[in-house]
């Protein structure tokens, strides 16, 4: 039976889901049984792999993707998140996240540089090649691969996302419709993640324009 294998942030992992949410409104232990991913496995009867982290930036996500185990007929579905995130590595294995929310003195240190040193054209560089690899690297193993865009409220995203949708070109295949980017039919329990309806939605729209899926 073909494994579905997912990446992606807390929009992939399903925080906020009645069952993804701590009673300090932080993401569950484990990823939602009621996420697209899940949803999507639950129809077609196959094994999901949600390899999903909240908070994670595009550079976690490849990180992830390069170093996961694959099987010849594994899927594999990546939801690529916001370019305002990174991730720092350490020799112990183990990260820092920084996302324009984190309250710690590294990341306010991080962004004061990058107020600086950032321009929306040389983020989409950077996320051009390493998507560009990871994708070569699927590619080379014959995984077959979904690449989306990460679920936003559109009137509220971000400008310089915005910008870098329309400056970056990939070599690989995105998903034409940018499903990613229409607003959600509704929140979760956190008020600010995608809710049960928009997990539902995401998942449908996949199963109806992938049909391959299902073999």
């Known amino acids: 039976m073909n494994r579905i294998i997912t990446f ?12 993804c ?29 949600n390899m999903a982290h909240c908070g994670a930036s595009n550079k976690q996500i490849a990180h992830l993707v390069d170093n996961f185990q694959f099987h010849e007929t594994d899927i594999c579905l990546i939801q690529w998140t916001l370019i305002n995130r990174y991730t720092i590595f350490f020799q112990d294995n183990t990260i820092q996240q920084i996302t324009p929310n984190s309250k710690t003195q590294k990341a306010k240190n991080y962004y004061k540089m990058m107020m600086n040193l950032y321009n929306v054209y040389d983020k989409s560089i950077d996320i051009r090649l390493l998507l560009n690899g990871i994708n070569y690297k699927l590619k080379n193993k014959n995984i077959k691969t979904i690449n989306f865009s990460p679920i936003t409220v559109r009137d509220k995203f971000d400008k310089d996302q915005k910008l870098f949708e329309n400056l970056v070109k990939f070599d690989f295949s995105v998903d034409k419709n940018n499903i990613g980017f229409l607003p959600y039919v509704d929140v979760g329990l956190d008020n600010w993640h995608p809710g049960p309806k928009a997990h539902k939605q995401f998942a449908e729209y996949i199963l109806e324009e992938y049909p391959w899926l299902k073999d």
């Open 8 to 19: 992606g942030c807390s929009f992939t992992y399903g925080h906020g889901l009645r069952d």
């Open 21 to 49: 949410i701590n009673e300090n409104l932080g993401p569950g232990k484990y990823p939602s049984m009621f996420s697209w991913p899940n949803l999507i496995a639950k129809k077609l009867n196959k094994e999901i792999v």
